[in-house]
Each structure stands twice: as C-alpha cells, then as structure tokens.
C-alpha cells in the first residue's frame, strides 16, 4: 500500500457512505478532499490554544453559538454588563446589547439566533432576549428568576436548569418553545454555577456548586426531554464551570476549585463517562463557552483577575493516509 503514514489530525468529516464522521473509529475508513483514510487505534487529546482577545474583559458570562460564530454576552466587569460580543473565529466584534445587564445568565442558540436567560441584576432574574444576529428583543420571562443557571438548546428549543434561588440552589428545569417557558422534570441534585450542554430532548448538565461547605461537585446528570437520569462524575469537581456540545461527545472547560483556586482542566464526556482533555492554557472559572466537542470555544473568566482572554479547542483524533485514488493500492 503507497504513501501509508501516521498522521494527528482533525477528523475528517465524511465517510465512505457519506454520513458525517464525529471522531475516528478504529478500522474504518473516509475519505476527505481527495484522500482516503484508515481510523487507528492510536489516540491522541485535544489541545486549546490563543485566539483573539474580548473587546471588554468580564467573567460570569454566557456563551452560545460555534467556534467560528460564537456569542460573549453579558457578564461583570465592575458592575452588570449589557455587553454582546461576536466572533468569527479571528476577531470578536460588537454585537447589540442586552436590553437588561446581567451576569451568571445562561446561554443557548447560534450567533443569529441566541438565545439567554436568568441571571443576577442585583435580584434573581426571570429576563430571557432573542437575539437575531443584530439585536436583542424581549422573550417570555422564566417562571422561576434565578442566577448561576446553565443554558442549552436552540432559541426555539431551549433549556435553563439549576441556578440560585432564595434557598442558594436549585434543582429547577424549564423549557423554552421561542414563546414562553414550561416546567421540566426537576434535577436529581440541586446545584448553582453548573454548566449546560446538549438539546432541549438530549441535554447534559455537570460540576457546579451543591452549597455545602466544600461546594465543588462532580455531579453529570443527562436529560430526555422528560426527567434527568445520572451519568458519569467528572474526574475533577469544580464549580463557575462552562460546556459545549452534546449529550454524547461534551466538554466541560476551566472552573473553581475551591475559593481562590482556578482549574485549567478540560473533560470529554461520550455519554457514559469523562476523559481527559488538553489543559486550558489560563486556568479560570466564570467563563463562557460555546461549540462542539472537537471545536470548542471558551471565553473570558476570573483566575485570578477579570480576563478577556480567548482560547479554541481542537479535539484531535487519529487516523492514517493511505491514498489518493491516483496512486492506487
């Protein structure tokens, strides 16, 4: 066989059949821009590095959208900030502002259409904004004000669970239909400063802060549209947290260790249990992500200053070139 060589590359993103691939298995084959490829069993882990700066350094912000198209909204400087930020994958950009600043919002949607809600303006905070890629107009308030909620889902599909309420945490879900949001089954643990990932029917929720005297938790809990059901702890707790991607390829990035300790970790979860990622080069917690498993985006945070710091995510499988269809077996 001509030209056989170990390669540590993105994944390529179509197979033989023409489904798209979402990570190497071993001893299947793709074919990419010309060349076909044969997935080994060699493994390697992702790897975050710089990207642009925010405009406006904050932390307890919300993210939401992709990693070429990724949403920074609100956040704390010194006070509440009404701030939007677009990126496109090279630069961020002033967006149109929250018609109500906040931080600890959660976050959900793209970058055209964005979705928030919750959050802490001196009060628990009901506000939910739509974004349409230019601006954000009022959407119905959630039935229970909350702040250090966690977000996940579609504008029109959304999902808001956890938070902290009158009793410091909370095992509230609700779901967003694009009009107005309706009960979802409760949390099986109460938690605040939590991170969201996933769709409103598969969603993930892990970490956050149980409010106990040691608070990190190492809590995973998946959801099917009706109740939430655990999965598998992460390996490190930690609280003021932030995810991505899906119920069966998540990332959970960065947090709170304890008060004053910032954690660099990141953890790959593939719907039954968590795995080592490549360390966030500025360990923080109060930051914002958005993405997918394999191109992540976090941004912002506190570690132990307000930052503006960018970071992306390549989640990197293995696989080997054999050939292209010139050359031949």
């Not at 390697?44 to 198209?69: D, E, H, K, P, V």
């Not at 004053?260 to 992500?289: D, H, I, K, P, Q």
Request: hydrophobic residues 30%; charged residues 10%; negative net charge.
């Amino acid at each position: 066989m001509t030209n056989y060589r170990s390669i540590k590359y993105k994944v390529p993103t179509l197979n033989l059949d023409g489904t798209t691939e979402a990570s190497p298995v071993e001893g299947e084959m793709w074919y990419d821009s010309g060349k076909f490829y044969l997935g080994t069993s060699l493994s390697f882990t992702g790897s975050w590095s710089s990207g642009a700066n925010l405009g406006t350094a904050r932390y307890m912000l919300a993210g939401a959208g992709t990693q070429s198209a990724g949403l920074a909204i609100g956040g704390l400087i010194t006070v509440s900030s009404n701030v939007t930020e677009e990126y496109n994958g090279a630069s961020w950009s002033s967006g149109g502002s929250l018609a109500t600043a906040r931080y600890s919002l959660g976050g959900a949607g793209t970058q055209t259409a964005g979705l928030c809600m919750g959050g802490d303006t001196g009060s628990f905070s009901a506000v939910t904004e739509e974004y349409d890629g230019t601006s954000w107009s009022s959407g119905g308030n959630l039935a229970t004000a909350r702040n250090y909620v966690a977000g996940a889902g579609t504008q029109t599909a959304g999902l808001c669970m956890g938070g902290g309420d009158a009793g410091g945490k909370s095992v509230v879900t609700e779901e967003y239909d694009g009009t107005s949001w309706s009960s979802g089954g409760d949390l099986a643990t109460a938690r605040g400063s939590l991170a969201g990932a996933g769709t409103q029917t598969a969603g993930l929720c892990m970490g956050g802060h149980d409010g106990t005297a040691s608070p990190a938790s190492n809590v995973t809990e998946e959801y099917d549209g009706t109740s939430w059901s655990s999965g598998g702890n992460l390996a490190t707790a930690r609280y003021y947290t932030t995810g991505c991607g899906t119920q069966s390829a998540g990332l959970c990035m960065g947090g709170t260790l304890s008060i004053g300790s910032f954690s660099n970790v990141t953890e790959e979860y593939n719907g039954t249990a968590w795995s080592s990622g490549g360390n966030l080069v500025t360990a923080r917690g109060g930051l914002g992500g958005c993405g997918t498993q394999s191109l992540g985006l976090c941004m912002g945070g506190y570690g132990p200053a307000t930052t503006n710091v960018t970071e992306e995510y390549d989640g990197i499988g293995s696989y080997s070139e054999l050939f292209t269809p010139s050359q031949g077996l």
